[in-house]
């Protein structure tokens, strides 16, 4: 089977009148372009001759790559779109509304934005013609856009486009946490894309209201049902796990207590952290909190990805503008990147801490920092402050109740490699470098180990 560049999946619903010169407007701009493409029609179970306009279609072009799939029940826009995304075989995968309010042409600056810029994925942001008969229209979209923005913080200026292009195999693994069948389900899916890490650039489009067509949106219950579909995601998508600590539900609070157990020495940590990474490197921050080495040290000056496991974290990383991930460390495989940085977190992983030094280095091009605590609340001497120090800053994988001792870490890192073990903040903290050397980094490369943490306990 030859290799496509593009699949674009077309959601139809009673679309009979306007499908086909719809159509030919969509290929006549695919096929100005050097792409293979094919065209994948969903009728979510239309009640005019919709089906019948698409057959005419699949018949009059024998030339172009066409397949339908129709629901035997009407299921909503998000799952007859999921439903094509699933079925298509293009690298780049797309949808676009068939009454091209937001017109075809613009697909060709979708693909080119992930092929030749590296995005993952390109979303519509409609700028609106105004006309008398879409005022009301523009106006309920530009409060909705408002409020997603207020209640998700989503860096994105128009979430509900029905225009998006993605990377297949970045989409594919989204698809199945995407829950909401209806409209809601553009939303959901770019908060989800976001909270993942994929790269987006929204493309601004003219938006053309049609006049001919008659408009499926109801004001009043559409909005009532956006309403009661966001506030039920917002209740849900940033949830951490139960036992997850007060510090780590709160941003604000996290750094607060963070200042207070070192004292004031987190931005100097920051700082010497950063001093060790060349200017243009790319950097994977493990277990990055709100990606504050990017946003307080670092920004503009590397390419940097964080990754982390608590939502909360990571979303306000990704609303300060870090690039942002939620991940599973202990499980997933970490994305290769000239400098590999951790900080203030490998205790977490005892007594399997070798194994993810182990990870560290063989996601790591050029070299990987550490920089561990030996000496703060969670090891003083009273026992209320390690109480409440443990009891407090419980990540959501259950409690880490070992802690490094000076000697103990130093031997460590250096049976890993550190070359350079440095006594920072008044001799509470060490940062080690661990240098790999180019000609040898390909083959520290190793299957994942996966880490099975002491204290964890089911969410």
Same mark, same amino acid.
């Given at each position: ?25 969509? %290929?006549?701009?695919?096929?100005? $372009? ?68 937001? /017109? ?24 609106? @013609? ?28 128009? $979430?509900?486009?029905?225009? @998006? ?30 909270? /993942?890490? %994929? ?16 408009? $499926? ?37 996290? /750094? ?56 909360? %974290? ?86 880490? $109740? ?13 049976? /890993? ?43």
């Amino acid at each position: 089977m030859a290799a496509i560049d593009v699949s674009v999946v077309i959601a139809c619903y009673n679309e009979e009148r306007i499908l086909a010169a719809s159509v030919e407007e969509l %290929l006549a701009v695919l096929r100005a $372009t050097r792409l293979s493409f094919e065209l994948i029609f969903v009728d979510d179970a239309s009640q005019d001759q919709t089906l019948r306009a698409i057959e005419a279609c699949v018949a009059r072009h024998p030339d172009v790559p066409m397949r339908v799939i129709r629901h035997a029940a009407n299921t909503g826009r998000g799952r007859t779109v999921a439903d094509g995304f699933r079925a298509a075989r293009g690298r780049i995968v797309g949808y676009l509304d068939i009454d091209l309010e937001v /017109h075809a042409r613009y697909v060709p600056s979708m693909v080119d934005a992930i092929d030749r810029e590296g995005y993952d994925a390109a979303t519509a942001w409609r700028i609106y @013609k105004l006309r008398w008969f879409v005022l009301l229209r523009a106006v309920c979209g530009a409060a909705y856009r408002g409020l997603v923005r207020a209640v998700l913080r989503l860096p994105c200026k128009d $979430t509900e486009a029905g225009f @998006k292009f993605f990377r297949r195999e970045a989409l594919l693994p989204l698809l199945e946490q995407v829950r909401d069948p209806g409209w809601f389900w553009d939303t959901e899916l770019m908060a989800r894309s976001c909270m /993942h890490g %994929l790269r987006m650039k929204e493309v601004p489009c003219l938006f053309i209201r049609r006049a001919d067509k008659r408009s $499926t949106v109801r004001v009043v219950r559409d909005s009532a049902r956006y309403l009661a579909a966001l506030w039920r995601f917002r209740r849900g998508w940033r949830r951490c796990p139960a036992q997850t600590g007060l510090l780590y539900r709160s941003p604000r609070l996290y /750094h607060w207590a963070m200042r207070l157990l070192y004292r004031g020495g987190e931005r100097r940590r920051l700082e010497a952290v950063a001093r060790l990474i060349p200017d243009g490197a790319s950097v994977l921050d493990v277990c990055a909190g709100d990606g504050s080495l990017y946003t307080r040290t670092l920004r503009g000056r590397a390419e940097y990805l964080g990754l982390d496991c608590n939502p909360r %974290l990571v979303q306000e990383g990704i609303c300060r503008g870090a690039r942002m991930r939620l991940a599973d460390v202990t499980r997933e495989a970490l994305p290769e990147a000239d400098v590999v940085v951790m900080q203030a977190s490998l205790y977490q992983f005892i007594p399997n801490e070798a194994v993810m030094l182990r990870r560290l280095l063989g996601a790591a091009r050029r070299r990987v920092i550490v920089a561990e605590p030996i000496r703060n609340w969670a090891t003083d001497t009273r026992a209320w402050r390690r109480a409440l120090s443990r009891w407090w800053t419980n990540p959501g994988s259950g409690p880490a $109740t070992e802690r490094f001792s000076r000697s103990g870490l130093e031997a460590l890192l250096r049976r /890993h490699g550190a070359a350079e073990v440095r006594h920072t903040l008044d001799g509470r903290e060490l940062i080690a470098v661990l240098d790999v050397a180019p000609e040898t980094a390909d083959s520290t490369r190793a299957p994942v180990e996966a880490i099975e943490l002491a204290g964890a306990r089911p969410a």
